[in-house]
């Protein structure tokens, strides 16, 4: 398959100021959720509520707006990605009233603020009310397109365009016939030992940083912050802001910034040309995450890697790693253990976090679940899949700021990005050299820039499946990654044949 | 003279709706700008550019759509003074022609990237011709109001509204009379010294933090950030944000804190029922500026405010502070000398700057100064105001970033702000029984109350002279300040009867 480039060029000068000003928006969207995360103090939340508000219902006005639609109708024939991609965001969200959007943006910021509050009580109750009119309103954008085959069918098309739940089911359902044996195997093997020792805060971000430094980030567009749930934000394209959580008892924080950087090189390596036209970002969440995943776990958590950082890193802690070597460090930092939470989950239990997840959520969305009974059935399905017990709120239905904020129908696209990640590291091993060599030597160049070449540059001009077809030769599929684990967790555990 | 109040709760819906929608992007722009100044990194802003000049355009379409005009219209009998504040911004919005308005953001813009090029030329002539621009199109701004005395009201009206050139340029010709000779009397006293020693910039903060703290500032609804040129921004009424620029040379650092504080105290202040109108910010520059000028130099630089601070500096700079006493400290924060800048200057010769400045602009507004023209009529003013000579460009004319962004007619507001900061610290003594010896204790909630009461409270729903009018009990008149600084100086220098 091969599609025309574009970028842009040949549009109507209408229809480029009109798209600008949309970026404008986005941009200015992006702004505000970051500060809110990252800077803003807590007094300001009521005023960040309207404005986000109203930059949300500005950007739906301007959206929808029949004027534009006659500029893409136009622009079909000079332009036929760019329209097609533009045409696509105009049609959907004609679909659903200036009313409900700004109930929802609404209805987000307040979630986050009271998930926040929820959080330092440890109690799910004080964050029910906003959760339940959360999926109320989820609800009623869902029945904003009465020809979907599921409710929840729209709300997923939000993050990962042309994904149905039923398609997700579909590669869950083989997702988890093959993690939950592969984890009861693990599991009969003796249990790992982590690091005998801490790793403090102020190192950890100075390492952390070159670490970012090696991958890309330079501080003349990117950002480093603290945040209390890691997250990127592009408020321009030289304008990446990165986060993250450093722990002094593990170097789950390094991981998480590998993970952020990896989004944020996804946004910086859009082609400029496509800056102004609504398509200089990345094309869904399933892709996004198969960047971050792709530098947190395929890079991140390589023997050929830490080839090259251990040392570094010893320099940095020798108390806590002057008798670690990098076979041990390797199995510290790939142990596998059923934990509570998900940002803090081994590659092999991870995807089995987001199923719980999505289960409970199309539950939530049908009505077959109560948000009230949410703690409940958490712990249960915990239990079934991870075999832990839940001790609190906390450790339990209130980690994730998603659900706070309506973000429902994101969860499955983390899963995907596993997927899809091990596929595109396929791909990379096969068309870059000595790829691992030079990963243990440091240097990361080649495959940020076949990434660059594959993935980002196409911003949204590819969908979702013309990028995974072109990037890999082939569609979504779970063998890559099934394959990519069983190989490296039997190796680690001593596992044969799985 | 009395008013009634107003709280905005008679408003008809839909006009509050279309006054919140501009105080939300209000707010956005004081995010954007915040963030442009603290936090954003260089590569972010061609696209940070391109975000404001869209809210500033989208706040400028609503600002004058007709169906504003008319639920104001409506809203004059019910809210009258709600409806006067905001008629007035509309009204003056809808007399400048849309292609005005761009070119003035866009020579702005412009000015400004010449203007630093022209710093690192250390060249006027580099600038001159932006300046020049600037100036045209300040006349033709001034023009779309033909009724107006001279042309350089328009342009002033813009961040003073209500006063005239004429009544500045009395006001200013009493400031020069006097404070031309009271310089000239201090000049004869020996030079004073400065501090010997240094205040590392870590200390500074936190005793910094501490003064703000005790001035109002809460780290529930404040920030403090570092900035190149320290400035404050209220995204939210509980969202104060303020910086400073400190130096381990000197404490400028901690009084430009205490002015930016000032600053947030007035944002921070209003009645939170004017919230959503339009109204709920500072009424003036001047009337804000008063507020800074009042914490900064009538508390900041008092013997008795550092009767209570003093000790807890020495704690902190002990090498610096140890031998210090109260005297010598009070006099070495209070020296006056004639200097080359005015963001530098001591409250004598601060708004002699101010007036050398309003005379320049008003003579290029005029027309009867060439901006070719200007670098030679700055030096000549400088040798007659303060009797210094200028050296060159980066000393002198291009100091200042304002005219370069087309901001004509903002400088008066400094020295304005000078004089109603004496006045309502003479109208504070008044009323506040052992205000000084409060101060002493380290109390300064008294008089932040006194100034809610008399000023902040109001937002901008009195004009300006009503403000002055019943906060003071007159108008603004220069004989507190000049009694203020006479008997002060008076006092620190051993000149009697000044």
Redesign the interface.
């Known amino acids: 398959m091969s599609l025309p480039s574009s970028d842009g060029s040949r549009l109507d000068p209408r229809l480029s100021e009109r798209l600008?000003?949309l970026?404008?928006?986005t941009?200015?969207e992006q702004?505000?959720a970051w500060?809110q995360q990252v800077?803003?103090?807590?007094?300001?939340a009521?005023?960040?509520a309207?404005?986000l508000?109203?930059?949300s219902r500005?950007h739906h006005q301007r959206l929808v707006a029949p004027e534009l639609g006659a500029l893409l109708d136009d622009a079909a024939a000079t332009e036929p990605l760019i329209a097609r991609a533009a045409r696509r965001d105009h049609d959907v969200a004609r679909r659903v009233p200036a009313e409900l959007t700004a109930a929802m943006s609404l209805a987000g910021s307040q979630g986050y603020a009271t998930w926040l509050q929820a959080r330092e009580d440890n109690d799910f109750a004080t964050f029910e009310p906003a959760l339940r009119r959360n999926i109320e309103l989820a609800r009623r954008y869902a029945e904003c397109f009465p020809e979907a085959a599921h409710p929840y069918d729209p709300l997923l098309d939000r993050y990962e365009a042309g994904t149905t739940a039923a398609q997700v089911t579909t590669l869950f359902e083989r997702l988890r016939a093959a993690l939950v044996p592969l984890l009861s195997q693990i599991a009969l093997q003796p249990a790992r030992q982590t690091f005998a020792g801490d790793f403090p805060i102020a190192a950890q971000r100075e390492v952390g940083l070159e670490i970012a430094q090696s991958m890309g980030f330079d501080?003349?567009?990117?950002?480093l912050d603290d945040a209390v749930h890691p997250f990127a934000a592009a408020?321009?394209?030289?304008?990446?802001r990165v986060t993250s959580r450093f722990d002094e008892h593990s170097l789950s924080g390094l991981f998480a910034l590998m993970h952020e950087v990896g989004h944020g090189l996804y946004e910086h390596g859009v082609d400029p040309a496509l800056?102004?036209t609504t398509l200089g970002s990345g094309v869904s969440l399933g892709v996004h995450e198969s960047q971050s995943r792709l530098w947190e776990n395929l890079v991140g958590r390589s023997r050929e890697f830490w080839t090259h950082w251990l040392p570094r890193m010893r320099e940095r802690f020798p108390l806590t790693l002057r008798d670690v070597d990098l076979d041990a460090f390797v199995r510290a930092i790939n142990i596998v253990r059923p934990t509570l939470i998900r940002v803090e989950a081994d590659e092999v239990t991870y995807s089995l976090h987001v199923i719980l997840r999505y289960e409970l959520e199309l539950a939530l969305v049908e009505g077959s679940l109560a948000t009230a009974d949410l703690p409940a059935a958490w712990a249960a399905k915990m239990k079934q899949f991870l075999g832990v017990d839940v001790p609190d709120d906390l450790n339990g239905v209130l980690q994730d700021v998603h659900w706070s904020e309506g973000i429902i129908g994101y969860f499955p696209t983390y899963a995907i990005g596993n997927v899809l990640a091990a596929q595109l590291w396929r791909a990379a091993e096969g068309d870059i050299p000595g790829l691992g060599e030079a990963i243990a030597r440091g240097e990361l160049g080649a495959l940020r820039t076949w990434l660059r070449e594959k993935v980002h540059r196409h911003g949204r001009l590819l969908s979702p499946p013309e990028l995974i077809e072109q990037a890999t030769g082939g569609p979504l599929d779970p063998a890559a990654m099934l394959e990519y684990l069983g190989a490296k967790y039997g190796a680690l555990y001593g596992i044969s044949g799985s």
């Open positions: 600008g000003e970026v404008d928006l941009h200015v702004m505000l500060d800077m803003m103090p807590a007094g300001g009521p005023a960040r309207e404005a508000a109203t930059i500005l501080a003349g567009a990117w950002r408020p321009g394209r030289a304008d990446i800056e102004r």
